[in-house]
């Protein structure tokens, strides 16, 4: 665009007006233009993109009369990788006879020939096997230098299965391949073809074993497990790649979609990749598993602890105990450090820290002070171990106050933590690991107390299954202790974890979280409706029934149960699967 705009004449003022409104126009019009250039870009790249990442089609780059490119079919098809065989001639891989026709092929024009010239001749792979090429090419231009884009795929010989040959599509991989797991519909969902490999595969997947001349979607399992599959089969008509995870049986596979394009450039179809990531999703699990067991500790655990960069004790995490003791429950701290506020001269004591660290593995009750925001100074003692959160070498700093001797500290509830004594003492449940009802009366009272202290929120949420007792003993004993450890995992997985949660007896759960009724109660809908969806068993739902009370000051634990206990017989009342917050107190 030019910049080179005429002076306005005339009268200054209405000239210059109408002058920036015609500039505003052309830069309208020249934003507009480059949108539509932009989008036009993108679909082309999407467009090559999906070409590379197709497991049926061979692209290759020739620049020179040598091969400088080549995708993951590609080398497959000729048994190695570009690095292993740089700059390679292809008429070294042609098979006798056919050289001169693979040159003529890739000779570069002059003139704009797009897909014009194409042609088929047998390649002699590393291992000594013949396979037949029908290839197309165009010129291009690849890394400043001009070059021959070759797009093509493995057909049978000639005078060999010419059935294959009428339909045309069978040429896009061998169908025998075990390890290639891959199979290609037309636009109608229709199979065409597939390797061995994928129907093997694909067959535990699907409520039928597939079949070429079937439609895929009639194979897919009904209901909200076959919803992600249609899903992607729309996306990639539309010309997008996208990616799923379905299990089979104990395994578990991503299945890749993307679009298949004719020779005109339309969408023809769609292609399906399996690849089997039961490994990597079992150590994903594991490793959130070990993450999230740290982060319940860590909010549980009454000492002031947070996690800071080890450079300059930047914060990247705290806990509850850390928040409403410095006075930042309000705010959020995370990405400042301990010196802008105020709380602990970081930068004086990194060497003392490091030095200890480096001596003995980490530093233990150090003698400190951290000052609060209200310029109250509270005594402390400072201990640090290096971690490691994601990639990043961080220290985990816990302050105690020490502000009372030990001989004289109270044993309320308030010193519930990791090491406190009724953690010693017992009070879990001996399957699941929670608090029982004992245990989680102890939690309640300290919780209330922090509550009352620091005015904040307090909730308490009560589920219990319906009609538990009649399920475990249509299960069993092992399957129920299964489903237990699923269920508390999937709501484990939609609490937050400064929240606690408990086994009080059965089938009857309770979490106690700092929100406020009408989001706690928001909260119990959202774990009610994925249990509702979970298929913890085959073919029988399971169902939950919650009651939510708010805390309002003055009133005691069994109040406070007992108005969250009647909220849950209302919804047990009203037919179960439901959750019910009890009225405010008036």
């Known amino acids: 665009m030019s910049e080179n705009f005429e002076k306005p004449l005339g009268n200054e003022g209405t000239d210059k007006i109408n002058f920036l409104i015609k500039k505003t126009i052309r830069l309208e019009k020249d934003a507009a233009r480059w949108k539509r250039e932009e989008a036009a870009l993108r679909d082309m790249e999407r467009r090559y993109l999906a070409l590379s990442e197709n497991p049926i089609f061979i692209l290759m780059i020739f620049s020179g009369g040598r091969v400088t490119y080549l995708n993951g079919r590609a080398e497959a098809f000729f048994g190695f990788s570009l690095r292993e065989r740089q700059r390679f001639l292809l008429t070294d891989y042609v098979a006798p006879g056919y050289c001169a026709e693979a040159e003529r092929l890739l000779e570069q024009c002059d003139g704009p020939e797009l897909w014009e010239r194409r042609g088929s001749f047998p390649v002699v792979s590393e291992g000594g096997t013949e396979k037949w090429l029908d290839m197309a090419v165009t010129p291009v231009e690849y890394k400043g230098e001009p070059s021959m884009l070759a797009v093509g795929c493995e057909i049978p010989a000639p005078g060999q299965n010419d059935a294959a040959e009428e339909t045309g599509l069978s040429a896009g991989f061998p169908c025998s391949a075990e390890n290639l797991l891959a199979a290609v519909t037309d636009k109608n969902c229709v199979l065409q073809f597939m390797t061995e490999g994928f129907r093997r595969e694909a067959a535990p997947m699907w409520k039928e074993p597939p079949e070429a001349g079937r439609s895929m979607l009639d194979l897919l399992p009904e209901g909200d497990r076959g919803l992600p599959f249609r899903l992607a089969v729309e996306k990639a008509l539309s010309g997008e790649c996208a990616e799923i995870g379905q299990e089979a049986g104990d395994r578990f596979f991503s299945i890749s979609f993307a679009p298949v394009f004719s020779p005109e450039g339309q969408i023809s179809g769609v292609s399906l990749v399996l690849c089997e990531k039961t490994g990597q999703r079992a ?18 655990v009454s000492d002031l602890g947070v996690i800071v960069s080890r450079d300059e004790g930047r914060i990247i995490e705290c806990n509850r105990a850390f928040l409403q003791r410095t006075g930042l429950s309000g705010e959020r701290p995370e990405g400042k450090t301990l010196d802008d506020l105020g709380l602990l001269p970081f930068g004086s004591l990194k060497n003392a820290l490091f030095s200890g660290i480096g001596e003995n593995g980490s530093v233990r009750e150090m003698k400190q002070s951290i000052t609060l925001p209200s310029g109250e100074a509270v005594p402390v003692l400072l201990s640090a171990i290096p971690l490691e959160r994601v990639g990043r070498q961080v220290l985990l700093l816990s302050l105690q106050e020490r502000t009372v001797p030990a001989v004289e500290a ?46 904040g929120s307090l909730s308490v949420i009560l589920m219990d299954i319906d009609g538990f007792r009649e399920l475990m003993e249509e299960v069993g004993e092992d399957a129920g202790k299964k489903f237990l450890r699923d269920f508390c995992a999937a709501v484990k997985g939609r609490i937050r974890p400064t929240d606690h949660f408990a086994r009080l007896s059965g089938g009857e759960f309770a979490v106690l979280t700092p929100m406020s009724g009408y989001l706690a109660h928001q909260m119990a809908d959202k774990i009610r409706d994925m249990i509702c969806h979970s298929r913890f068993f085959t073919g029988r739902g399971v169902f939950c029934s919650f009651g939510v009370c708010e805390y309002r000051r003055g009133m005691s634990d069994e109040a406070f149960l007992k108005r969250a206990g009647i909220a849950l017989r209302e919804a047990k009342r009203a037919g179960g699967n439901r959750a019910v917050l009890a009225p405010p107190i008036p």
């Open 283 to 300: 150590a994903e699990r594991k490793i959130r598993a070990v993450e999230e067991q740290f982060r319940r500790l860590f909010s549980l």
């Open 410 to 455: 109270p044993t309320t509830p308030e010193t519930f933590g990791e090491n406190s004594p009724q953690e010693r003492d017992g009070g879990a449940d001996d399957l699941l690991g929670l608090p029982d009802r004992e245990e989680f009366g102890r939690i309640l009272s300290a919780e209330k107390d922090k509550t009352g202290r620091y005015r």
